[in-house]
Structures are given as structure tokens and as C-alpha cells.
């Protein structure tokens, strides 16, 4: 156990149970424990990054990785008609969770502008 770590870190081990939609050696994808929509999907670095803002240039291709995995597993989750991406960052952004994440929500209409 690190600073870093947090219940999605325990997540990528296997020390708690998640709903695993896709893997690679970079990234994990598992549905939200408490869905916002019908499809709601969290894609994860496996790196323990906590938020955006503390990304680096040398997370680019990470960066890059992790929306292309969005589109990848959006695709396979039959998402044809859209979807809303979201990333939440710190206090204000309304993150709760210390470990990047991108929300993918869909399966209905997503309003604008969000609360
Ligand atoms: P945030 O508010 O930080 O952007 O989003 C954190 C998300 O993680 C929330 O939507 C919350 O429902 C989800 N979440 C929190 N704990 C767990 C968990 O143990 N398992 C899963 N699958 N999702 C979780």
C-alpha cells in the first residue's frame, strides 16, 4: 500500500471484485459501481496517475492511449448513437476518486450543461 493508492489501485490487482470490460497492458476498463446511465464505463491507467492536472509530458502517449481505448471500448459496449466522456478533476471538477479515470456514459440523451 502507497500514497497512491486507492480502491482502484486494488482494482488493477484483483483485491476487489469490478466488472472488467477491458484490459491491456496499459489500461483497464470496468463499469461503475453506481451507474449515471444505462452504459457507464470507467477506463483507468494502470499507472497510478490521480488526476489530469498531474499528467506530464512524458504521459503523452498514455494520454493518447487511454481516448483511444474510450472509443475501443465504447464500440464494443454498442455505444453506435453516442456518448458523453468525462473527466473529473479535483475538488471542483468533482472527483472523489484519486486515481485518473474517463467516464463514459451512454445508452440515453446526456444533457448540457452538466451540474
Ligand atoms: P469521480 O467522482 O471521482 O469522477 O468518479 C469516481 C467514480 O468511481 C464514481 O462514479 C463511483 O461510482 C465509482 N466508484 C467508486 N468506487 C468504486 C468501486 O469500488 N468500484 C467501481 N466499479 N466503481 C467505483
Do not use: C
Not at 52 to 61: N, R, T
Amino acid at each position: 500500500m502507497t500514497s497512491q493508492d486507492t480502491i482502484f489501485s486494488k482494482i488493477i490487482r484483483r483485491e476487489i471484485p469490478a466488472d472488467i470490460v477491458y484490459e491491456d497492458d496499459l489500461a483497464l476498463a470496468f463499469k461503475d459501481v453506481n451507474p449515471q446511465a444505462p452504459i457507464h464505463i470507467l477506463v483507468i491507467p494502470k499507472q497510478p496517475i490521480p488526476k489530469l492536472a498531474d499528467a506530464e509530458s512524458g504521459d503523452h502517449a498514455l494520454m493518447g492511449h487511454l481516448l483511444l481505448t474510450v472509443k475501443r471500448v465504447a464500440e464494443a459496449a454498442g455505444l453506435t448513437n453516442g456518448y458523453r466522456v468525462v473527466i473529473n478533476n479535483g475538488n471542483d471538477g468533482g472527483q472523489t476518486v484519486d486515481h485518473l479515470h474517463l467516464h463514459i456514459l451512454g445508452g440515453r440523451h446526456m444533457k448540457w450543461p452538466p451540474g
